[in-house]
T-cell receptor, first 114, second 114 residues
Framework: KAGVTQTPRYLIKTRGQQVTLSCSPI?????VSWYQQTPGQGLQFLFE???????NKGNFPGRFSGRQFSNSRSEMNVSTLELGDSALYLC?????????????FGPGTRLTVL | AQTVTQSQPEMSVQEAETVTLSCTYDTSESNYYLFWYKQPPSRQMILVIR??????QNATENRFSVNFQKAAKSFSLKISDSQLGDTAMYFC???????????FGAGTRLTVKP
């Protein structure tokens, strides 16, 4: 099976802009989770989508949002970008069935905000 | 709230030797999963090993094994016959049984020396 794919891999934006990142899960996986990784805060959970519904949300401002489509592909959006949003954004997919909830990660999108 | 602590920011080991990475966690849940992921310089998060809390037997995957002490809330990773390709950041992670909100430790940077 193909792994988790994320596009784009690198992105440069300026403060105040908005950005959309995309994640395609492993075939058959219905859950997509997003994480932000920064040197200062480490890996932090953003949100999880399952069957097109947001199931869990981390402690991030409302500028961070996401959605999931019927084919399980997910997008996350960050509006009004701030310098502190510069990070590696990782998405992970899992089957979301009892006993097999291992998350498999994509290669990440490196976002730089200038 | 669940927290994960990795007390060793950096470690090094000679090629072919054995190294143990420490991880402790705090939770009030009785059923959960624990993981070790590695993140090489490529930044791709790769699953190393997983342990279900209800299983008393320690998980093993080839050269990788864990020492899971549920009462002590300890979950260490042992790497035997270390190889140069094991050089990476290693993250310990906790996930409750009913949500995909994975909590990560700060990571241990492991260097395998020739």
């Amino acid at each position: 099976k193909a792994g988790v794919t994320q596009t784009p891999r690198y992105l440069i934006k300026t403060r105040g802009q908005q950005v959309t990142l995309s994640c395609s899960p492993i075939s058959g996986h219905r859950s997509v989770s997003w994480y932000q990784q920064t040197p200062g805060q480490g890996l932090q959970f953003l949100f999880e989508y399952f069957s097109e519904t947001q199931r869990n949300k981390g402690n991030f401002p409302g500028r961070f949002s996401g959605r999931q489509f019927s084919n399980s592909r997910s997008e996350m959006n960050v509006s009004t970008l701030e310098l502190g949003d510069s990070a590696l954004y990782l998405c992970a997919s899992s089957p979301r069935t009892s006993g097999t909830d291992t998350q498999y990660f994509g290669p990440g999108t490196r976002l730089t905000v200038l | 709230a669940q927290t994960v602590t990795q007390s060793q920011p950096e470690m090094s080991v000679q090629e072919a030797e054995t190294v143990t990475l420490s991880c402790t966690y705090d939770t009030s849940e009785s059923n959960y999963y624990l993981f070790w992921y590695k993140q090489p310089p490529s930044r791709q998060m790769i699953l190393v090993i997983r342990q279900e809390a209800y299983k008393q037997q320690n998980a093993t995957e080839n050269r990788f094994s864990v020492n899971f002490q549920k009462a002590a809330k300890s979950f260490s990773l042992k790497i035997s016959d270390s190889q140069l390709g094991d050089t990476a950041m290693y993250f310990c992670a906790f996930m409750g049984a009913y949500n995909n909100d994975m909590r990560f430790g700060a990571g241990t940077r492991l260097t395998v020396k020739p």
